[in-house]
């Protein structure tokens, strides 16, 4: 059917024109004498219906990021666009869940989970954008196919994008992938060409950069992280934790003997911050021996005693940023307002409110956590 199609859009004696219908539109371009590359953009509402499909070739978009973009040397394009994969059948993509937007990534996570319950190489994948047929007849040695594609379905932040999958030790991420169908295999491939994307803005773009043409599309799949990519990361955040706290202590051993310097408010703050911070570092290192993802740890997951020390752990480190403050506004007054600056009624009464305070917002984030709870 794809053939039968890039056969009539070649054969076609209009050029620059859109045809199109509810799921089907072709264009044939040919690129004025003197470019040196062929530009096209689309746009539509409705990723389902092309009918509102409007191109750049016949007049401007109104949009300034638009829902498909092509770039490439060739001088006659024949472009051909899809709203779904039945011209291109494959076995192992899914539909897209049918559920409201807001709703996606959670019902991705919950197949996914259920998929692993049965099967531990368990994959995910989704058609997640129009689907792209590209002619150019015989390529040039030099021929370059950039694409911009945005996906139909957003997938959400960063943080919704990571997780572990049924508590288990394996983190999967929801990933954009320019995917390409091997008319062969009868099945969509991921390495044909360079996927480039920002995975921290939900609604990205994706950036496909090809050397051949054939059927693109985005996809969504569920890929599981290299567990040695967590484990460096986790092995350079202890060394670095532990290179601080040795260098809190070693900061704190010189204060202290130094008595002269220690009657002075720069230096009894300094040592507030870094007994405050090394004391926040601490727990944080800690954690891991205390509480364990298999639940084995002295700390049991969602016990009182995990509650206590989730909140003691916050309750420092609001105390180091309040110190943090106090640094920051003795540094404006040494540093700005050079005269004037004696601050010595309040930055006596400076050691009561900075753990108060921290205090008060703890009471706060229970509060509020436990009505959300019920």
């Not at 590359?37 to 509102?52: H, Y």
């Not at 109104?62 to 092509?70: F, I, M, Q, S, V």
Request: net charge negative.
């Amino acid at each position: 059917m794809i053939n039968s199609l890039k056969k009539i859009t070649k054969a076609t004696e209009v050029e620059n024109k859109m045809i199109k219908t509810k799921r089907v539109a072709v264009m044939r371009f040919r690129r004025d004498t003197g470019q040196t590359s062929s530009n096209m953009r689309f746009d539509t509402a409705d990723p389902e219906d092309l009918t509102g499909l409007t191109s750049s070739v016949e007049s401007e978009l109104k949009t300034k990021e638009p829902r498909l973009a092509l770039e490439t040397s060739a001088e006659d394009v024949s472009v051909i666009l899809l709203t779904d994969t039945s011209f291109l059948p494959s076995e192992k993509i899914d539909p897209i869940p049918k559920v409201a937007s807001d709703e996606l990534t959670a019902q991705i996570w919950n197949d996914m989970g259920s998929g692993l319950e049965s099967s531990d190489d368990h994959e995910i994948t989704y058609i997640n954008s129009i689907v792209l047929e590209v002619d150019v007849g015989e390529q040039p040695e030099d021929f370059i196919l950039n694409l911009f594609i945005k996906p139909s379905a957003v997938a959400g932040s960063i943080d919704e994008t990571i997780q572990r999958v049924n508590n288990s030790y394996r983190k999967f991420q929801i990933q954009y992938i320019c995917g390409v169908y091997d008319v062969g295999t009868a099945e969509w491939v991921e390495d044909k060409c360079n996927t480039v994307y920002d995975p921290t803005v939900a609604d990205s773009g994706v950036i496909c950069q090809c050397n051949h043409n054939t059927s693109f599309a985005v996809l969504m799949a569920v890929k599981e992280i290299d567990p040695g990519f967590i484990e460096s990361q986790s092995i350079m955040s202890k060394v670095l934790l532990f290179g601080s706290i040795a260098g809190l202590i070693f900061t704190v051993s010189l204060i202290i003997p130094a008595s002269s310097v220690m009657t002075t408010r720069s230096a009894k703050v300094n040592m507030c911050f870094s007994v405050a911070l090394l004391f926040a570092s601490i727990l944080f290192v800690i954690q891991d021996f205390l509480v364990k993802e298999d639940n084995s740890g002295p700390i049991k997951l969602k016990s009182v005693a995990c509650g206590v020390y989730a909140m003691l752990q916050h309750y420092a480190w609001l105390v180091v940023f309040m110190w943090t403050m106090v640094e920051g506004f003795l540094m404006y007054l040494s540093l700005v307002q050079v005269f004037g600056s004696h601050i010595s009624t309040t930055c006596s009464s400076s050691t009561s409110w900075h753990g108060g305070f921290p205090y008060l917002c703890q009471l706060l984030v229970t509060s509020f956590s436990r009505r959300a709870s019920r």
